[in-house]
């Protein structure tokens, strides 16, 4: 059954420093999203993302945050000037272009802000 | 986008059936009700999702009544496994990104 892939599955960084996460979702799928989830929180939208381009943002993706898809497989999110506030599980999610389709996760990023 | 309440935390029992009622009581017409599956450290789980009535899979059924403001996640005969987190989410599935409430803690126990 095809998956959603994330890696790294783990990331220790310093504060200030980026970071990339590289998300390949299933295929055939377009529309594409990225959430995080801070240790024993919900579960957090970050941003959309169909046709090369945002389509919705959450307020917690600001000017810290982007994404792209350079290669038309991976999906990638980078945080700039990591903050300790940003330690948290980084899911990638895709999805099937059509009504009833649902949203497939990956197995996450764990990002850890030191 | 509709919210959803859902209780908490339950605890069964292995082999029993677990019932999970979300309430959606401001579901908009268009929108599916997707009920997902979390363990520590994992991503979301898709479960089943529906849109009225009764849908059936090999893990789980979901009842959702005519009026469309409730419904319920069936588990039948659980094990220890199925110690997780579930959420309930409603919404438009043509590109309308989740948003995820706490979940109900489902603890199964021996």
């Known amino acids: 059954e095809p998956e959603v892939t994330q890696t790294p599955s783990h990331q220790v960084t310093q504060m200030g420093q980026e970071v990339i996460l590289r998300c390949v979702p299933i295929?055939?799928?377009?529309?594409f999203y990225w959430y995080r989830q801070i240790l024993g929180q919900k579960v957090e939208f970050l941003v959309s993302f169909y046709n090369n381009e945002i389509s919705e943002k959450s307020e917690i993706f600001d000017d810290q945050f982007s994404v792209e898809r350079p290669d038309g497989s991976n999906f990638t999110l980078k945080i700039r000037s990591t903050k300790l506030e940003d330690s948290a599980m980084y899911f990638c999610?895709?999805?099937?272009?059509?009504?009833?389709?649902?949203?497939?996760f990956g197995p996450g990023t764990r990002l850890l802000v030191l | 986008l509709a919210k959803t309440t859902q209780p908490i935390s339950m605890d069964s029992y292995e082999g029993q059936e677990v019932n999970i009622t979300c309430s959606h009581n401001n579901i908009a017409t268009n929108d599916y009700i997707t009920w997902y599956q979390q363990f520590p450290s994992q991503g979301p789980r898709f479960i089943i999702q529906g849109y009225k009535t009764k849908v059936t899979n090999e893990v789980a059924s979901l009842f959702i009544p005519a009026d469309r403001k409730s419904s319920t996640l069936s588990l039948p005969r659980v094990s220890l496994s199925d110690t997780a987190v579930y959420y309930c989410?409603?919404?438009?599935?043509?590109?309308?990104?989740?948003?995820f409430g706490p979940g109900t803690r489902l603890s199964v126990l021996p």
């Open positions: 295929s055939n799928h377009l529309y």
């Open positions: 989410l409603v919404g438009l599935l043509g590109g309308q990104n989740f948003v």
């Open positions: 999610a895709s999805r099937n272009r059509g009504l009833g389709e649902t949203q497939y």
